[in-house]
């Protein structure tokens, strides 16, 4: 089974030095490759100095992630991608508990390992931690985060078992998988493009698995930190993006109450004298209403939409009925 480790690079030169040795040291069953998305800092020349049996792939330009990993895996041959976070340290064999599982079970396309904190490392990490899901209006919430809920690993998420969504911090995929989805919806940019590959591979009867035995540890941020209101607008508009191309059901009643779930985190914010926030939902929002016509061409296209939530409203749950942890829900 050929492994591609594909790090995806912009400007990133310091994550390179401190992270790229791990995962040269632990991942001898895989070919290593970087993925530069039009860097303007030394990082190529870094590799190409440093590191020369690293392969590196020039992106022509800076398409974010989506479109990043969708030209990069065009030149790669291998039979799983594993595409990487740059800021990710990865840990001994964590490998071949993925190896292991994908050789056990064929119809298993994507795979997440157990994401821990680098900065607090007894941590779940807010980027996938134990595997994701999503409730009916779209929000996200994972096995060890629910919000700003993190959960210590205290092994409670030692497992192997399906999940709804894989963590684009660290997701393995089989090529022809890959291949079949059309890769990454690039409008996206960066931020839920991989949900929206899961629920894609999901509706075409595609199984996602989280193994807990294979565990790495993602510094999380490092693109865009949590307080860029630029992460606010992307987080808020793809995943109205993803709602809209996938849910089943009555699309404008779900649609209608996650707006205005949307505008109650708006005026949170502006509690909260966050007005920059406030301002990128509401751009969210506006580039949702320009984009509905190939929104719902996209949704016409998607021949089979699965029943695809644990619970009705993660923001319920956890707000209202304070069920903070995975567990409870």
């Given amino acids: 089974m050929k492994i591609a480790v594909v790090i995806l690079n912009w400007n990133g030169k310091k994550l390179l030095e401190q992270f790229l040795p791990s995962v040269i040291e632990h991942s001898k069953e895989a070919s290593i490759y970087v993925a530069d998305n039009n860097s303007v800092d030394d990082s190529v020349s870094f590799l190409k100095i440093t590191?020369?049996?690293?392969?590196v792939i020039q992106n022509s330009i800076n398409g974010g992630y989506a479109k990043g990993y969708n030209?990069?895996?065009?030149t790669i041959e291998a039979d799983i991608f594993c595409l990487l976070n740059s800021d990710v340290q990865v840990t001994k064999n964590w490998l071949a508990p993925i190896i292991k599982t994908f050789k056990a079970n064929s119809s298993t396309s994507i795979i997440q390992p157990k994401i821990l904190d680098y900065k607090q490392k007894e941590?779940?990490?807010?980027?996938g931690a134990a595997g994701g899901f999503i409730d009916k209006y779209g929000y996200p919430y994972c096995r060890g985060r629910v919000f700003n809920t993190i959960e210590k690993d205290e092994g409670q998420f030692d497992d192997v078992t399906d999940i709804f969504?894989?963590?684009?911090?660290?997701?393995?995929i089989r090529s022809a998988a890959f291949k079949s989805l059309n890769g990454f919806d690039e409008t996206y940019f960066a931020h839920?493009?991989?949900?929206?590959?899961?629920?894609r591979a999901k509706n075409l009867g595609h199984n996602i698995t989280y193994v807990g035995l294979s565990k790495v540890y993602h510094v999380g941020g490092a693109t865009l930190h949590e307080n860029n209101p630029t992460k606010t607008y992307l987080n808020f508009r793809n995943s109205l993006f993803t709602l809209t191309k996938n849910a089943n059901g009555n699309l404008f009643t779900t649609i209608l109450l996650r707006l205005l779930l949307d505008g109650i985190a708006g005026i949170k914010f502006l509690l909260e004298l966050k007005l920059k926030h406030t301002l990128a939902i509401i751009h969210a929002h506006l580039s949702f209403y320009g984009s509905l016509p190939r929104l719902l061409k996209q949704r016409k296209d998607t021949k089979s939409k699965i029943n695809y939530y644990q619970i009705k409203s993660i923001v319920v749950a956890y707000f209202l009925k304070k069920k903070v942890i995975y567990n409870s829900l």
């Fill in 192 to 199: 839920m493009e991989e949900i929206d590959l899961c629920w």
């Fill in 51 to 55: 590191y020369p049996l690293v392969k």
């Fill in 165 to 172: 969504w894989a963590s684009g911090a660290c997701l393995f």
């Fill in 123 to 127: 941590y779940f990490e807010y980027a």
């Fill in 71 to 74: 030209e990069a895996l065009q």
